[in-house]
């Protein structure tokens, strides 16, 4: 085997993660590169020259910024009540036995394996049938209740992996239920909790078909994209989606840096 094969046969496999990152990336770094963009028509599908005006005025485009002010709204309480009440429900599953509990397991991956238009089509009976008013509250409830099972499956593998008997130790030096919680359980199931919160508020800001059935009226930024897509495709949205991958990539790193900056001081 010559250099040259060898060398390959013992990168292969970071040259493929590479290649697969890289294919991953690619579309954020066009709608970076287009962001900058003066495009000559409504579209901006073609490069055309260098611009900053899009991003000295990302709200230039009437609605966009109400329309990304709503999801982000819907997005954070959706999360938070999914956060909550996720972790809860994976506590209850992983500690305690109780009826129906295997049931409860089996119905918490449904919301994950069924179609969203499906899940969207029952939501919108549901909501007709109580005469409830489409509006931003019923997708808020939509959205809380789909991002619910990617919660509980995020917390309850961080559960499933804690040592009992560090709660045991807590205990036996006197440590209240309470106390127990906030200073041992919770900092140790903090990974996953903001795993499963990341997870849904991504999820929560990106959905559309579940939001395009449940909003009414109302219109959140995907709806605003796809709606913007009939139309001409204003650069201020590729602003929009660079800021928010910028943003997202910081939170990674960040995140990173102070779990290692832990263990290293651990």
């Known amino acids: 085997m010559t250099k040259a094969g060898g060398w390959l046969r013992r990168n ?9 990152l890289g294919y991953l990336i690619l579309p ?6 287009f962001s900058f963009n003066k495009p000559a028509g409504k579209f901006n599908y073609s490069w055309r020259e260098f611009s900053t005006d899009a991003w000295r005025d990302p709200c230039g485009v009437a609605d966009l910024c109400g329309s990304l002010g709503l999801s982000l709204r819907i997005a954070f309480f959706a999360t ?6 996720g972790t809860m429900i994976a506590f209850a599953l992983v500690r305690y036995r109780f009826r129906a509990r295997g049931a ?21 009976t549901l909501f ?34 804690m040592d009992p008997r560090l709660e045991e130790a807590a205990r036996d030096l006197y440590a209240g239920p309470l106390q127990t919680f906030l200073r041992v359980t919770l900092p140790i199931a903090a990974p996953g909790i903001a795993a499963g919160a ?27 994209v796809w ?16 800021a928010m991958f910028v943003l997202a990539v910081l939170i990674v790193v960040v995140g990173r840096l102070v779990a290692d900056r832990r263990r290293k001081t651990g």
């Open 12 to 20: 292969l496999v970071v040259l493929a993660g590479l290649a697969t």
């Open 28 to 33: 954020n770094v066009v709608v970076m590169v």
């Open 80 to 85: 938070l009540a999914a956060t909550v009440l």
């Open 104 to 124: 409860v397991n089996s119905l918490i991956f449904l919301p994950m394996a069924m179609p969203e238009v499906v899940m969207a089509a029952s939501l919108l």
């Open 128 to 161: 007709l049938n109580l005469g409830a008013e489409l509006g931003p509250v019923t997708v808020l409830i939509a959205h809380t209740m789909f991002c619910l099972s990617f919660v509980v499956v995020a917390v309850k593998a961080r559960v499933l992996s």
């Open 198 to 224: 990341l997870l849904a508020f991504a999820l929560s800001f990106d959905d559309f078909i579940i939001t395009n059935f449940t909003s009414g009226n109302s219109v959140t930024f995907p709806m605003f």
């Open 227 to 242: 709606g913007s897509a009939q139309r001409g495709t204003p650069v201020q949205i590729n602003v929009i989606g660079t």
